[in-house]
Nanobody, 125 residues
Framework: QLQASGGGLVQAGGSLRLSCAAS????????MGWFRQAPGKEREFVAA????????LYTDSVKGRVTISRDNAKNTVYLQMNNLKPEDTAIYYC????????????????????WGQGTQVTVSS
């Protein structure tokens, strides 16, 4: 089970750090991801990370502003978001891909097996 937290209301240019805690140990071969869904839009990929090596992948719109990281001891993945923009407003979901089988980091939500409940991020202009 995944528990996401850290969302809130912030002004443009501000920062938030989202957390996603796994209730069971995250195995080293897992991939962790963050996705978001804005009102009236489809869910989109934000960032992903390999648990073992910490390799990361970002969607272009957040590169340079967002960092995905992990704390192995806490079974937690983070999404540090800086210089937030109104277009970042969405519900953010964390997800885990449990059997990537040595494939590259995926951007498709369909490949992720388990999802958290989402946390709302609202950026005011």
């Amino acid at each position: 089970q995944l528990q996401a937290s850290g969302g809130g209301l912030v002004q443009a240019g501000g920062s938030l750090r989202l957390s996603c805690a796994a209730s069971t140990p995250v195995l080293s071969n897992y991939h962790m991801g963050w996705f978001r869904q804005a009102p009236g839009k489809e869910r989109e990929f934000v960032a992903a990370l390999t648990w073992r090596e910490g390799r990361s992948l970002y969607t272009d719109s957040v590169k340079g502003r967002v960092t995905i990281s992990r704390d192995n001891a806490k079974n937690t993945v983070y999404l540090q978001m800086n210089n937030l923009k109104p277009e970042d407003t969405a519900i953010y979901y964390c997800a885990v891909r449990q059997n990537p089988n040595s494939t590259p980091l995926a951007t498709s939500g369909a490949l992720f097996d388990l999802w958290g409940q989402g946390t709302q991020v609202t950026v005011s202009s």
